[in-house]
Protein backbone atom coordinates (compact mmCIF):
# COMPACT_ATOMS: atom_id res chain seq x y z
CA UNK A 1 0.00 0.00 0.00
CA UNK A 2 1.36 3.78 -0.70
CA UNK A 3 -0.08 6.55 -0.32
CA UNK A 4 1.14 9.86 -2.90
CA UNK A 5 1.41 13.21 -1.48
CA UNK A 6 2.71 16.51 -2.80
CA UNK A 7 6.89 15.39 -3.00
CA UNK A 8 6.49 12.23 -1.18
CA UNK A 9 5.17 8.20 -1.01
CA UNK A 10 4.44 6.95 2.10
CA UNK A 11 5.03 2.99 1.71
CA UNK A 12 5.61 0.18 4.19
CA UNK A 13 8.90 -0.64 5.52
CA UNK A 14 11.09 -2.86 4.53
CA UNK A 15 14.22 -4.47 6.02
CA UNK A 16 16.30 -2.39 3.35
CA UNK A 17 15.65 0.52 4.94
CA UNK A 18 17.73 -0.46 8.07
CA UNK A 19 20.88 2.10 6.66
CA UNK A 20 18.66 4.99 6.24
CA UNK A 21 16.95 4.72 9.47
CA UNK A 22 20.21 4.05 11.22
CA UNK A 23 21.67 6.76 10.01
CA UNK A 24 18.49 9.51 10.40
CA UNK A 25 17.81 7.77 13.85
CA UNK A 26 21.95 9.18 14.95
CA UNK A 27 21.15 12.76 14.21
CA UNK A 28 20.82 15.48 17.41
CA UNK A 29 17.67 16.30 16.44
CA UNK A 30 15.44 12.84 16.56
CA UNK A 31 17.41 12.37 19.22
CA UNK A 32 16.36 15.44 21.52
CA UNK A 33 12.68 15.44 20.86
CA UNK A 34 12.34 11.43 20.47
CA UNK A 35 12.75 9.96 23.65
CA UNK A 36 12.33 6.62 22.84
CA UNK A 37 14.51 6.34 20.07
CA UNK A 38 17.35 4.61 21.95
CA UNK A 39 20.90 6.69 21.94
CA UNK A 40 23.42 5.51 20.62
CA UNK A 41 21.09 4.36 17.55
CA UNK A 42 22.53 0.91 15.91
CA UNK A 43 21.70 -0.82 12.96
CA UNK A 44 19.75 -3.81 15.62
CA UNK A 45 17.66 -0.74 16.78
CA UNK A 46 16.75 -0.07 13.17
CA UNK A 47 15.97 -3.68 12.46
CA UNK A 48 13.93 -4.03 15.70
CA UNK A 49 12.03 -0.98 14.97
CA UNK A 50 11.34 -1.92 10.99
CA UNK A 51 10.20 -5.23 12.35
CA UNK A 52 7.55 -3.64 14.95
CA UNK A 53 6.32 -1.57 11.78
CA UNK A 54 6.19 -4.84 9.69
CA UNK A 55 4.61 -7.18 12.25
CA UNK A 56 1.96 -3.56 13.78
CA UNK A 57 -1.68 -4.56 14.54
CA UNK A 58 -4.66 -3.86 12.70
CA UNK A 59 -5.04 -0.29 14.71
CA UNK A 60 -1.53 1.14 13.49
CA UNK A 61 -0.39 2.35 10.28
CA UNK A 62 3.70 3.46 9.66
CA UNK A 63 4.84 4.38 7.14
CA UNK A 64 7.75 5.14 5.35
CA UNK A 65 8.15 8.56 4.01
CA UNK A 66 10.04 8.36 0.36
CA UNK A 67 10.74 11.16 -1.78
CA UNK A 68 8.55 10.88 -4.89
CA UNK A 69 11.40 11.55 -7.42
CA UNK A 70 14.64 9.52 -5.98
CA UNK A 71 12.06 7.01 -3.58
CA UNK A 72 14.76 7.15 -0.63
CA UNK A 73 13.78 6.90 2.80
CA UNK A 74 14.30 10.56 4.00
CA UNK A 75 11.64 9.82 7.52
CA UNK A 76 8.60 8.08 9.31
CA UNK A 77 4.78 8.64 10.04
CA UNK A 78 3.04 6.60 12.27
CA UNK A 79 -0.42 6.60 13.13
CA UNK A 80 -1.69 4.53 16.02
CA UNK A 81 -5.49 4.30 16.06
CA UNK A 82 -7.06 4.73 19.46
CA UNK A 83 -9.50 3.00 21.86
CA UNK A 84 -11.84 5.72 20.89
CA UNK A 85 -11.20 6.10 17.51
CA UNK A 86 -8.66 8.82 17.06
CA UNK A 87 -6.01 8.67 15.07
CA UNK A 88 -2.83 9.13 16.90
CA UNK A 89 0.33 10.73 14.42
CA UNK A 90 3.89 10.66 14.61
CA UNK A 91 6.52 11.86 12.90
CA UNK A 92 10.29 12.53 11.80
CA UNK A 93 12.40 13.51 9.04
CA UNK A 94 16.13 13.14 7.98
CA UNK A 95 18.21 16.12 8.36
CA UNK A 96 18.49 16.73 4.79
CA UNK A 97 14.98 16.65 3.75
CA UNK A 98 14.41 19.48 6.59
CA UNK A 99 13.02 22.44 5.19
CA UNK A 100 11.41 21.75 2.22
CA UNK A 101 7.42 20.78 3.46
CA UNK A 102 8.08 16.88 2.80
CA UNK A 103 6.65 16.63 6.58
CA UNK A 104 3.63 19.05 6.17
CA UNK A 105 3.29 16.68 2.80
CA UNK A 106 3.21 13.46 4.35
CA UNK A 107 1.28 14.59 7.76
CA UNK A 108 -1.33 16.13 4.90
CA UNK A 109 -1.37 12.75 3.25
CA UNK A 110 -1.33 10.35 5.87
CA UNK A 111 -4.30 12.83 7.86
CA UNK A 112 -6.16 13.15 4.28
CA UNK A 113 -6.38 9.39 4.10
CA UNK A 114 -6.94 8.20 7.62
CA UNK A 115 -10.30 11.14 7.42
CA UNK A 116 -11.32 10.14 3.70
CA UNK A 117 -10.70 6.23 3.55
CA UNK A 118 -10.53 5.09 7.12
CA UNK A 119 -13.31 7.38 8.18
CA UNK A 120 -11.58 8.67 11.29
CA UNK A 121 -13.56 11.91 12.93
CA UNK A 122 -10.49 13.17 14.51
CA UNK A 123 -6.65 12.93 13.87
CA UNK A 124 -4.34 14.29 16.65
CA UNK A 125 -0.98 14.90 17.49
CA UNK A 126 1.37 16.05 20.42
CA UNK A 127 4.61 17.72 20.21
CA UNK A 128 7.26 18.62 23.13
CA UNK A 129 7.06 22.70 23.72
CA UNK A 130 10.12 23.48 23.11
CA UNK A 131 9.58 21.82 19.54
CA UNK A 132 8.53 24.66 17.56
CA UNK A 133 9.50 22.81 14.12
CA UNK A 134 7.18 20.17 14.63
CA UNK A 135 4.69 22.41 15.77
CA UNK A 136 5.03 24.60 12.36
CA UNK A 137 4.12 21.68 10.53
CA UNK A 138 0.72 20.42 12.38
CA UNK A 139 -0.18 24.23 11.94
CA UNK A 140 1.16 24.07 7.91
CA UNK A 141 -1.28 20.81 7.74
CA UNK A 142 -4.23 22.11 9.31
CA UNK A 143 -3.97 20.68 12.86
CA UNK A 144 -5.73 23.61 15.79
CA UNK A 145 -3.76 24.06 18.55
CA UNK A 146 -5.88 22.79 21.32
CA UNK A 147 -3.76 23.12 24.40
CA UNK A 148 -1.05 21.74 26.92
CA UNK A 149 -1.27 18.37 28.34
CA UNK A 150 0.63 18.01 31.74
CA UNK A 151 3.11 15.04 32.00
CA UNK A 152 2.13 13.60 28.47
CA UNK A 153 5.52 13.00 27.37
CA UNK A 154 8.37 10.61 28.58
CA UNK A 155 11.84 11.66 28.40
CA UNK A 156 15.04 9.62 28.31
CA UNK A 157 15.85 10.49 31.94
CA UNK A 158 12.49 8.48 33.26
CA UNK A 159 10.42 11.56 33.44
CA UNK A 160 7.52 13.15 31.99
CA UNK A 161 7.46 16.43 30.25
CA UNK A 162 4.14 18.53 29.06
CA UNK A 163 3.11 17.76 25.33
CA UNK A 164 1.03 20.23 23.15
CA UNK A 165 -1.78 18.67 21.67
CA UNK A 166 -3.07 19.65 18.25
CA UNK A 167 -5.93 17.98 16.34
CA UNK A 168 -7.83 17.91 13.14
CA UNK A 169 -11.78 17.00 12.20
CA UNK A 170 -13.10 15.74 9.09
CA UNK A 171 -14.59 20.00 7.89
CA UNK A 172 -11.04 21.28 8.54
CA UNK A 173 -9.25 19.83 5.68
CA UNK A 174 -8.04 21.88 3.15
Not at 32 to 57: F, G, K
Not at 119 to 139: F, H, K, W
Not at 147 to 174: K, Q
Request: glycine content about 10%; hydrophobic content about 40%.
Amino acid sequence: MELQGDGVVLRRWRMEDVPAVTEACRDEEIARWLALVPQPYTADHARLYIQDCIDASDDRWPFAITEKDSGSVIGSIDMHITRLGTGHIGYWMAPGARRRGLTTSALRTLTRWAIEDLGLGRVELATDPDNIASQRVAEKAGFQREGVLRAMLPTREGTRRDGVMFSILPGELD
